[in-house]
């Protein structure tokens, strides 16, 4: 299967970063030199990018996890919600 890679500064620390459209829900997966990858979610994007900040703390989380690990964050009853989750499910 062909896979479509976009470019986009990345949401957690605004650096060139490319991502997929995920098929599973409206979830994007992030590929960044800094924060390695990082899935998403729409509603979460729209959260973070809004503000016009960096988010150092969980920008250094995803930078931290092995390749077998991926950051998950959503946006769920009104917060945002981080979860380490196993990459492998998601690819
Ligand atoms: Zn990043």
Not at 1 to 27: A, F, G, H, T, V
Request: aromatic share 8%; with cysteine; proline share 2%.
């Amino acid at each position: 299967m062909m896979i479509s890679l976009y470019q986009e500064n990345c949401p957690l620390c605004s650096e060139p970063s490319e991502y997929e459209q995920c098929d599973r829900k409206k979830r994007q997966l992030f590929y960044c030199k800094k924060c390695k990858q990082l899935l998403i979610t729409d509603r979460a994007k729209r959260e973070l990018v809004g503000k016009n900040i960096r988010h150092q703390s969980l920008s250094d989380l995803s930078g931290s996890l092995t390749s077998n690990e991926i950051l998950h964050i959503s946006f769920e009853e009104r917060e945002l919600k981080c979860v380490v989750e196993d990459y492998t499910f998601w690819r």
